[in-house]
């Protein structure tokens, strides 16, 4: 991708700020971002004159004006705790849903040439036909993935009704630099990696036997950006299309570590999905082949250890 002007909205969260990295060399990046989440640090080491910076809320912006003259837009803005939407589900639905029909109205009215969308492998929820394809019917156990289907349904109807092309990438279980370990809602990833860091024994909820389909930030940007080169309209799952369990992802990261930390098994969390694959071959199909993610694990550790030095 070579001299866009492309919107990333929630630039400067996790995902989001690996994206902006991704495009910055060649492209003119305006991220909005109301820092609820996100970081200025996160994109502190770029030292590029291509990224303006708006800070506001997406509910309340001028979006029109903003996207005026810009060819692509990102939406990575959210709220993303699955717990909190359980607690607070107006507030989830204010910014992902609302939030998400205000983005697509804005990028039709500034007539812009793509949207791409950041769902959910939530929307799957506790679903036994594996491998999950994208006309898996979505059964969400959350009010933070009916957000994410009522979006991806928002992006469809916005391209047949209106043809402003739309992609909604449904991310599986996203690892990297810069995810946040210290939220209460972390990742395993982050979480196991920084338990080990603080000498505490990683924590895992029921056998260690449920499985995920793990994948890199990296491998995620470069979905982003094939996704939207492409002629790829609708849902496309984005995700390595291999199951690790959690104990298997236990042993991978003593192993990068050097240590051998034993995890501490405590009760299931209720509601906690068994096993999770992707089919990826939708994906496949414009050119996504991601690589294994021993080495970005390994990366994803040291990024880690330096933040603890
Ligand atoms: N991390 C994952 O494994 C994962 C998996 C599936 C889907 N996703 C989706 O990917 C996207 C990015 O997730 P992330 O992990 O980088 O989360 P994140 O919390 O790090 O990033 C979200 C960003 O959006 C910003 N934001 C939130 N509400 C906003 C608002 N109303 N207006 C403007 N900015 C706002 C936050 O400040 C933050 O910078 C989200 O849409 C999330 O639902 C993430």
Redesign the pocket.
């Known amino acids: 991708m070579k001299d866009k002007k492309i919107i990333v ?8 700020s690996h994206l902006v990295e991704g495009l910055i060399e060649n492209n003119e990046v305006t991220i ?7 970081k200025p640090d996160n994109l502190q080491h770029l030292k590029n004159n291509n990224i303006k910076l708006i800070k ?4 309340d912006l001028d979006l029109k004006t903003i996207f005026k003259d810009n060819d692509y837009i990102f939406h ?5 705790s699955v717990p909190e939407s359980v607690s607070n589900p107006l507030k989830y639905d204010e ?1 992902n849903i609302k ?1 998400t029909l205000k983005v697509l109205i804005a990028a039709r009215d500034s007539d812009v040439e793509k949207l791409v969308f ?5 929307v799957y929820g506790d679903n036994d036909k594996l491998p999950l394809t994208e006309d898996t019917p979505p059964r969400p156990l959350s009010p933070y993935a009916v957000n ?1 289907v009522t979006g991806e349904m928002y992006c469809q109807v916005f391209t047949d009704a209106f043809g402003l092309p739309t992609v909604s990438l449904r ?1 599986f ?2 690892f990297g630099p810069r ?2 370990p210290d939220s209460p809602y972390s ?1 395993v990833i982050p979480n196991f990696i920084s338990a080990i860091l603080k000498g505490d024994r990683p924590v895992i909820h029921g056998d260690g036997e449920q499985s995920r389909d793990f994948i890199s930030v990296k491998q995620v940007v470069k979905a982003n950006i094939q996704a939207c080169q492409s002629d790829q309209t609708g849902i496309v799952n984005v995700a390595l299309g291999r199951s690790t369990t959690i104990n298997q992802l236990m042993e991978i990261i003593n192993e990068v570590m050097g240590k051998n930390v034993k995890p501490l098994y405590i009760k299931p969390r209720p509601g906690d999905v068994k096993h999770s694959v992707a089919d990826i071959t939708r994906a496949k199909s414009f050119g996504f082949h991601p690589s294994g993610f021993k080495e970005e694990l390994r990366e994803t550790v040291e990024w880690f250890i330096g933040q603890y030095k």
Do not use: C, R
């Open positions: 909205t929630g630039g400067l969260g996790f995902i989001g909005i971002d109301d820092l609820s989440s996100g506001g809320n997406i509910n990575h803005a959210a709220l993303i910014i939030g950041a769902s959910s492998a939530a994410k991310y279980n996203v995810q946040d990742a």
